[in-house]
């Protein structure tokens, strides 16, 4: 029995919108850029019945759907055909088999359109589609060359700070709030259970500083690209250059603080459903991993620290009574 080939898998989905042609699209795990063919029908108006289907699913039908018309034969070139020969078969996002065809083809299939009704073709429902297909193209050319001016005076890099400001405008509040408990507990003490460190109220309120640094990995790197690095921009600081505030008394009352919440709820009940720290850092990149253009953390940037032990933080006291209560009762004569 041959291997079973394994579907190239998309990493990243979204749609376009071209005119008001929305598009399902997606980057797969190798670059390549691509639409969905069932989409890009839809967006030309055409459906096609399930015979049609069944045959694709059969490797039977070569070209897709919306080139099928056998009055569109003729104006069909060979070089057109053998992008087609190329399509893929890809797991969406979702995890569902799909079909794509390379995103660099729409202008072709829209040019077959406009040649067939420039040389004749009339009936009414290819009309109506060869118009879709001019409104596609006339889209598609406008973004395409908006492009290449931003990339060739380099306004690229401009547009990308002016998205960032929007997102910082809704994540950054733009005074300083009073505080509020934000971080329950739980959330600290899930963190001293997991690494074996020994728990008492008072050692929450000194928990060694390597905790701040995995916070801001777990938490707040995980709201949108910039949101961190403005807050540690904008977060007053003492003489001695420690923050003389808290991170999320900057974030909006509306956006910012409910998202910090929800990404400290999905943390916490990931936190519990660990056995130690490792296994927690394991589940938490699983999460991640399924939140698209998300980075995958590495273990070796959030490992505990090898001095740190569970005796580390007891008071003297309780180191005493630790000692005490472990050495063996004296032997009976």
């Not at 088999?97 to 040389?119: F, H, Q, R, W």
């Amino acid at each position: 029995m041959s291997e079973e080939k394994k579907l190239p898998v998309a990493k990243y989905s979204g749609e376009v919108d071209l005119n008001g042609f929305k598009i399902s699209c997606a980057v797969l795990e190798d670059g390549r850029r691509i639409f969905s063919e069932r989409s890009l029908a839809n967006s030309f108006g055409i459906k096609g019945g399930g015979t049609y289907w069944q045959q694709k699913k059969n490797n039977s039908a070569i070209l897709p759907e919306y080139l099928s018309a056998k009055y569109l034969n003729r104006f069909i070139p060979n070089e057109l055909r053998e992008k087609f020969d190329s399509a893929v078969s890809y797991l969406a996002v979702s995890g569902v088999e799909s079909n794509g065809i390379d995103v660099t083809v729409l202008p072709d299939i829209c040019d077959v359109y406009i040649t067939a009704k420039n040389k004749g073709v009339n009936n009414e429902s290819f009309l109506r589609v060869a118009e879709n297909a001019y409104l596609m193209l006339k889209a598609f050319a406008k973004v395409g060359i908006i492009a290449l001016v931003d990339e060739a005076t380099g306004y690229q890099y401009e547009r990308e700070h002016d998205e960032l400001q929007k997102i910082l405008k809704l994540y950054i509040a733009k005074e300083l709030l009073p505080w509020q408990k934000q971080f329950p507990d739980v959330f600290y003490r899930e963190i001293f259970r997991l690494n074996g460190w020994y728990y008492t109220y008072k050692t929450i309120r000194e928990r060694p500083g390597i905790v701040g640094k995995w916070t801001n990995r777990i938490i707040y790197d995980q709201l949108p690209k910039g949101v961190l690095d403005e807050l540690k921009r904008i977060t007053p600081k003492s003489e001695t250059g420690e923050y003389a505030a808290r991170f999320h008394q900057s974030l909006t009352t509306n956006i910012g603080q409910p998202h910090l919440q929800a990404q400290l709820n999905s943390v916490i009940a990931v936190m519990q459903i660990s056995d130690n720290w490792k296994q927690f850092i394991s589940l938490f990149n699983k999460l991640v991993d399924r939140r698209v253009g998300q980075t995958e953390l590495m273990f070796s940037d959030l490992e505990p620290q090898p001095e740190m032990n569970k005796t580390k933080n007891l008071s003297e006291f309780d180191r005493l009574l630790k000692g005490v209560s472990s050495v063996p009762p004296e032997k009976q004569k």
